[in-house]
């Protein structure tokens, strides 16, 4: 099987849809015409915690505006992120998880806790979701670490 040249095919990629962008956006446009797209890999369980949190925090505002949704959700956990990157410490994802929660109770997710028991991580069945359709009903509890499965759409 001849070898195929990956960094060409992802550079022509990015070539294109930076062609397809606009080179300056408008302040008037809706929030997610101004935002970058960026995928994502999430376990079943994070997507699914994170699909019923957006729409609990939907029906409990106040204030009718913007829609909360899933990216909106990522975003501010990214914001959280890099406000602390001068914590962020550590090889792979759990020892960069502890460095930025140390003040925060020890996650006690059925991921976490496997892979502290038994080096291993649990597992989900992929699912490709787009974050403007709805979300599936699957609820489990939300957990921070493990292995990416379900992939969402999102805009940073």
Do not use: W
Not at 23 to 45: C, G, Q, S
Not at 82 to 93: K, N, P
């Amino acid at each position: 099987m001849p070898k195929v040249d990956l960094a060409d095919k992802l550079s022509a990629a990015r070539a294109r849809v930076d062609a397809e962008l606009p080179e300056f956006v408008d302040a008037e446009a809706p929030m997610f015409a101004r935002l970058t797209r960026k995928e994502t890999r999430l376990r079943e369980d994070q997507y699914a915690e994170l699909s019923a949190l957006a729409r609990s925090l939907m029906r409990r505002r106040r204030v009718k505006g913007e829609r909360i949704t899933e990216n909106t959700l990522i975003r501010v956990a990214v914001d959280l992120l890099l406000a602390r990157r001068d914590e962020l410490r550590g090889s792979d994802e759990d020892e960069l998880r502890k460095s930025v929660t140390h003040g925060v109770a020890e996650l006690q997710t059925p991921v976490a806790q496997q892979s502290r028991s038994d080096g291993l991580r649990q597992s989900g069945t992929p699912v490709v979701c787009d974050s403007d359709s709805p979300a599936p009903r699957l609820f489990a509890p939300l957990a921070l670490a493990g292995s990416p499965v379900p992939t969402i759409g999102v805009v940073s």
